[in-house]
């Protein structure tokens, strides 16, 4: 027996925060850091679509030009990131969510590549600074 996830087909607006998960180190058992960072970010392809028609069946009814990543490229660097896409979901007795069409249809959790950008860009400053030292 499975059960539907509520989807809301719609924008969700809110006039204040709207705040999920934890950032508390408390309750982290840091792993280690992100390394090559810059490298894995200059593999990633930030591109204009529009919804195809697969997508206006899946209800995403927008005709407007967006800016997105592929949920693929993103999966090959960073699993962690990558996500079920909502329309795709249901929820087993078990609380397990899967694929209802069997597709795996995919998106990304974009708030969770900050960390990377933020690494990739300190890489960044660091390659400038051994380049203005060798100038001097």
Known sequence: QTCALPILANDIAATGDITAYYSDERLKEKLGNITGALDSIMKLNGFRYVNNH?????????????????????????????KLAPFDM??????????????????????KLVPVLIEAIKELKAEIEELKGQIK
């Open 54 to 82: 697969l997508a206006k069946e899946k209800g995403y009814t927008s005709d407007g030009v967006q800016l997105g990543l592929s949920a693929q490229e993103v999966e090959l660097l960073y699993p962690e990131i990558v």
């Open 90 to 111: 249901k929820t087993l007795e078990d609380g397990r969510i899967v694929s209802d069409s069997g597709e795996n249809y995919k998106t990304l959790d974009y708030s």
